[in-house]
């Protein structure tokens, strides 16, 4: 075998069907677009989404689902995040500079997932109930002022 012999299975490729080129080739004339009407004209598809009147499905179906604008704004740190930290008094800036949360977070939150064994003190983060409960009980606080 030689890499200049090698050829696609018989069959497998087709070549494409050139339209409307003259009567000879079957698809000459209309180009298999039939006899007038919007469909055989240029651009003849009509709108989008159109059901010829009807009211079209995606007005037919209810709205679902909301997207928050802050979202992108907004981060979840775990427990198991600020055990991996070295430093002891945490806030955004803190948690920005060792890449816990991305650079253009503006509000972070401390949810109750992982383990916490050593004191940290928090200040312009919020904590939620189960988290702020763990960070007191290994001796840290949160500070009120941030709390939600």
């Keep these: 075998m030689k ?4 050829k696609p299975a ?4 087709t070549a494409r069907t050139r ?5 000879g080739s079957g698809i000459g004339k209309t180009a298999g677009r039939g006899h007038k009407g919007q469909r055989a004209r240029k651009g003849g598809r009509g709108k ?3 059901e010829g009147g009807q009211m079209p499905i995606q007005r037919r179906l209810p709205k679902r689902g909301f997207r928050s604008a802050m979202a992108k704004f ?6 198991s995040d600020l055990e991996k930290m070295t430093e002891t008094e945490i ?5 920005k500079n060792a890449g816990v949360v991305p650079v253009h977070t503006l509000q972070a939150k401390v949810i109750k997932s992982g383990k916490l064994s050593r004191k940290v003190t928090l200040s312009g983060v919020g904590a ?4 702020r409960e763990s960070i007191a009980a290994v001796g840290g606080s949160v500070a009120e002022a941030a709390a939600e």
């Design 19 to 23: 339209v409307g080129r003259g009567i």
């Design 128 to 131: 939620t109930k189960g988290a």
């Design 10 to 13: 018989a069959g497998s490729k």
């Design 48 to 50: 989008l989404g159109f």
């Design 91 to 95: 806030d955004l800036a803190v948690l």
């Design 3 to 6: 890499l200049n012999s090698i």
């Design 74 to 79: 907004s981060a979840e740190v775990r427990l």
